[in-house]
């Protein structure tokens, strides 16, 4: 997997995607129905039904960019929600590939001091 730029956001499409869309039918649904730009760079992902599969769309200088993983043994930890979209981070992301959940409950939290004891 490549590391994604800082400033670039990463968009899970929640609920299931007809993987039959490719990058036009993918891109439109990012507009209509996402209400979000598919020319931004930004990253959008969508799972199949069965977990199975994920898609990554995103623009890339010239041209759009599909990426496609299919797992043969496991499933996906996909997030369910009621909303349409997620905003997760690159750490997330790669968390979600590796066969995690999104929301490590038992993960250590980002500590941020302002000065050295």
């Known amino acids: 997997m490549w590391n994604v730029p800082t400033g670039l956001k990463v968009y899970l ?10 990058v036009n039918g993918l891109s439109q649904y990012v507009s209509e129905v996402l209400e979000k730009d598919p020319l931004s760079g930004h990253l959008f992902v969508f799972c199949s039904r069965s977990r199975k599969i994920l898609k990554i769309l995103y623009w890339d200088h010239n041209g759009f960019a599909l990426w496609y993983k299919k797992l043969q043994k496991h499933r996906f930890r996909w997030p369910f929600a009621e909303k349409d979209l997620l905003e997760i981070g690159a750490r997330q992301l790669q968390w979600l590939l590796d066969g995690l959940s999104v929301t490590q409950l038992g993960a250590h ?3 941020n001091y302002r000065a050295v004891c």
């Open 13 to 22: 499409s929640l609920g299931y995607t007809d993987m039959r869309k490719s």
């Open 109 to 111: 939290t980002a500590l």
